[in-house]
C-alpha cells in the first residue's frame, strides 16, 4: 500500500461569479520515506494539492487516501510548514514547538515537551533564541522554528508549502542543506515529505522525484525521477556535468509546461 | 551625565519664581495660604531633583522637567492673577492656596470618593470584560451568526449610552446598582464589537496553521482566536473605558446618591453650594484618577501584547 494514494482529483474555485478550474483530474501516489516535490509556475495548482493533502480544502471530486484512509480534514499523521505564518506570532520560539507537540503527543509529560521542544530548537541552531517572538526572528529563523516544530510533532508525512519561498539565496540553500540533514538523520523510519516549489535547483537537491505541474486547469505535466544518490553534497553536485545536463532538461519541461497554458490560454 | 546636565535646568527657574512671587503684595486683604503654595512648589522641587538625581536617562530628567514646568506656569498665572492682581472671580477661582490648603483638609471624604467611583467602574467594566469578550470570539467566530450581530452592534453601540441612566435608575433597586449596570451597559458594546473585528481581522494563514496543526476547538479559541484577537479587544477595552469615566460621572450626578458619594456626586454637590475650593481638587484628582487608570491599562496591553513589537 502507498503512504499517499490521491485518485482522480478536481478541484474549483468560484471568483467574482467565474468558475475557475484549479486541478483536473490529477493522480498521483507517493511511497513511504519518499521526498517528492511539486514543481510549477504559480497557478499550476501545486499549493491547492498540498491543502487538500493538509485536509484544510476538500476536493469537487476524486480521493486521498494516506495509508488506505480517506482523508477527510487534518490529521494527526501530517505536519505542516508554510511560507509565512506557520507560527503564532504570540508565542515565543519554545511555545511554538511545544504547542505543536501537545497536540501530536498528548501523552508526554509537560517537563518531557519541553525537553523535547528544546531538542528540536537545538537541532535548528536557534537554543538562544528560543524565548524570543517570531515577529523578533529573521525569515530565516521563523522558518527554522517552523521546521523544528514540524519535526518535533513525529509525523509521518511532512508537507511543506513554498516554506523557502520568501528568504533570500543564500538563507535558502542552508535551510535546504540544514532540511535534507534533519530528514536523514532522524531515528525511526524516514518521514514520507511533500514540498512544493517554483524553484528548479531545489526541487533537485531536495528530492526523489519531481512532479512537473502545468497550470490552466492545474494537472500533471510529467514526472522525473532524480538519479543522484543521497547523500548529497550540495556544492559539489551542482558543479558536476551530470547536474547541469539534468537541470537543463527539467527546465525545458518547466518551460513546455507554462508554454502549454500559453497556448491553451 | 555631567553635574551640569543634570541639574542646570529650567524648571528650577519656576520653582524659584513661585518663591519669588510670595513677596509681591496682595491686592486684598485676606489669608490666601501663601505656605500650602509654597509648600507643594517645594514637593515639586524635592521630587524633580531626585529624579535629576538618580535618573539614568537624559529623557527622563527633561521629560520630568517639562511636565512640572506646565504645573508650575499655571499655579504661577493663577498665584499671579489671583490674589496678586485680583483680576480672576475670587468665588470662582480660589486663591491656589485656599485651594491646596482645602485639598489636605479634605483628603479623606476625596479619597473616600475616589474609591466608590472606582469600585463602580471597576465592577461594571470587569462584567462588561467578562460576558463580552467570549460573546464577541463566538459572535466573530461563527459566520452564521457574525454579520447579523455586527449589524446589531453597530445599531446599539450608536445609542450614546446616557439615555440608558433613567432606565437605569428606575430598573434597579439600587443606585449604586443602576451605576454599574450603565458602566457594564457603555463598554459592553465597544469590548463586543472590537473582540469581533478582532476575531474576523485574525490572518488566515494563522488559522489554517492552526487548523492544520489539528488543534481542538477550546485550544483554537483559547490559544489561537483570543490571543489574535487581543489587539482589537484592547483598542475596544480603552474605548470603553473612556466612554465610562464620562458615564460615571454624568450618572453619579444623575443618579445623585448621598450616601454613596462617588467624585462625580461630589463635584456635583459642592458646585451647587458654589463651594469651588471643594470642586477644583476634586476635579484634579478625577483627571489624577483617569490617567492613573489608562496607564495601569496601558501597562497591561504593553505586557500582553509585547509579541507585537520587534525588539
Given at each position: 500500500m ?67 484512509e480517506r482523508v ?16 503564532f ?33 537545538q537541532?535548528v ?15 530565516g ?33 542552508s ?12 531515528e ?39 538519479p ?38 | ?7 542646570l ?36 522641587e524635592?521630587?524633580?531633583l531626585?529624579?535629576?538625581?538618580f ?15 506646565v ?28 485651594v ?57 453601540s450608536a ?9 437605569a435608575?428606575a ?24 473582540t469581533?473585528?478582532g ?6 494563514g494563522?488559522l ?27 483598542n ?35 458646585s ?18 483617569i ?17 507585537r513589537?520587534p525588539?
Open positions: 502507498s503512504k499517499i494514494e490521491i485518485r482522480n482529483i478536481s478541484m474549483d474555485y468560484v471568483e467574482k461569479n467565474t468558475r475557475f478550474t484549479a486541478l483536473q483530474n490529477v493522480s498521483l501516489t507517493i511511497e513511504k520515506g519518499e521526498f517528492v516535490s511539486l514543481l510549477g509556475s504559480s497557478g499550476c495548482g501545486k499549493s491547492t494539492l498540498l491543502s487538500i493533502l493538509e485536509g484544510l480544502r476538500s476536493p469537487v471530486e476524486g480521493e486521498v487516501y494516506i495509508d488506505g477527510t480534514g487534518p490529521g494527526k499523521n501530517r505536519a505542516v510548514v508554510f511560507q509565512n505564518y506557520s507560527l506570532p504570540w508565542m515565543t520560539a519554545k511555545k511554538n514547538v511545544v504547542y505543536g507537540i501537545e497536540q501530536t503527543a498528548r501523552t508526554l509529560s509537560r517537563q518531557e515537551r519541553q525537553a523535547r521542544a528544546e531538542k528540536f530548537l537541532k541552531e536557534l537554543t538562544d533564541y528560543q524565548n524570543k517572538f517570531p515577529l523578533q526572528l529573521s525569515g529563523q521563523q522558518q527554522r522554528v517552523a521546521i523544528a516544530r514540524a519535526l518535533a510533532m513525529d509525523t509521518e508525512i511532512l508537507l511543506m508549502d513554498e516554506p523557502f519561498g520568501a528568504l533570500d539565496p543564500r538563507t535558502r540553500v535551510l535546504q542543506k540544514l532540511l535534507l540533514s534533519l530528514w536523514r538523520s532522524e525511526g523510519e524516514k518521514k514520507t515529505v511533500v514540498f512544493v516549489t517554483h524553484d528548479v535547483d531545489e526541487a533537485i537537491y531536495l528530492s526523489d522525484r519531481i512532479i512537473v505541474m502545468q497550470p490552466n486547469p492545474g494537472r500533471i505535466y510529467r514526472e522525473v525521477h532524480v543522484f544518490p543521497r547523500p548529497r553534497d550540495h556544492d559539489a553536485l551542482i558543479g558536476t556535468k551530470e547536474y547541469q545536463q539534468f537541470r537543463s532538461e527539467l527546465v525545458e519541461l518547466f518551460y513546455h509546461s507554462d508554454l502549454a497554458e500559453e497556448v491553451v490560454g | 551625565m555631567t553635574w551640569r546636565k543634570r541639574f535646568r529650567i524648571p528650577h527657574i519656576w520653582f524659584l519664581a513661585l518663591l519669588l512671587i510670595q513677596l509681591l503684595p496682595d491686592a486684598k486683604e485676606g489669608d490666601y495660604y501663601p505656605v500650602y503654595v509654597i509648600g507643594s512648589a517645594v514637593i515639586l524635592l521630587f524633580y531626585l529624579v535629576s538625581l535618573s539614568r536617562k537624559k529623557e527622563t530628567i527633561s521629560e520630568t522637567g517639562k511636565l512640572l514646568s504645573v508650575e506656569i499655571l499655579v504661577l498665572l493663577w498665584v499671579l492673577f489671583g490674589p496678586k492682581l485680583d483680576r480672576l472671580n475670587a468665588k470662582m477661582f480660589p486663591a491656589p492656596g485656599i491646596f490648603h482645602q485639598f489636605i483638609e479634605d483628603t479623606q471624604p476625596l479619597l473616600a470618593a475616589v474609591w466608590i467611583s472606582f469600585r463602580t467602574i471597576l465592577e461594571g467594566f470587569l462584567l462588561a470584560l467578562v460576558i463580552a469578550v467570549p460573546m464577541g470570539l463566538i459572535l466573530g467566530w461563527f459566520k452564521a451568526v457574525r454579520s447579523t450581530a455586527s449589524y446589531v452592534v453597530r445599531f446599539v445609542i450614546p449610552p446616557i439615555v440608558y441612566i433613567p432606565y435608575i430598573l434597579f433597586p439600587s443606585m449604586n446598582a443602576a451605576k454599574v449596570f450603565i458602566i457594564f451597559v457603555a463598554s459592553y458594546w465597544p469590548i463586543l464589537s472590537g469581533m473585528t476575531v474576523v481581522n485574525i490572518d488566515r494563522i489554517d496553521s492552526a487548523r492544520a496543526l489539528g488543534v481542538g476547538h477550546l485550544s483554537m479559541l483559547l490559544h489561537v482566536i483570543l490571543p489574535g484577537a487581543l489587539p482589537y479587544i484592547f475596544g477595552m480603552n474605548q470603553g473605558l473612556g466612554i465610562s469615566f464620562i458615564l460615571l460621572t454624568s450618572a453619579e450626578m444623575i443618579a445623585a446618591d448621598p450616601t454613596n458619594p462617588g467624585l462625580g456626586f461630589y463635584i456635583w454637590n459642592y451647587n453650594f458654589a463651594n469651588y475650593k471643594r470642586v477644583i481638587p476634586a476635579i484634579i484628582v478625577l483627571g489624577i484618577t490617567c492613573l487608570i489608562s496607564f495601569v491599562i496601558k501597562k497591561i496591553q504593553d505586557l500582553l501584547l509585547r509579541w513589537a525588539v
